[in-house]
């Protein structure tokens, strides 16, 4: 059974901005991109075979292994040039 996603609530208070309004928009738009909400909506736009769904999630599983091996092994490699 999938796991229901607590609703996002981005809020950005003109305080914490101190009232620049490009800079409210800025962070507006970090917050939704963390949150993941455009990427929900577009998915949700167009009906995804089951199928595809898992395929496509195998696929971005094995891209971010892939990307968390590279970051190791650069980790690793900057450990072995100070030594």
Known sequence: MAKKKAKANVIVKSSE???????????????????????EIKSRKEYKKPSEAKKEKRLKAERLRAKEERKRIRAEERRNRNK
């Open 17 to 39: 901005c101190r009232g620049n309004n490009e800079i409210m928009i800025r962070k507006f738009l970090k917050k939704v991109k963390k949150e993941k909400l455009i990427e």
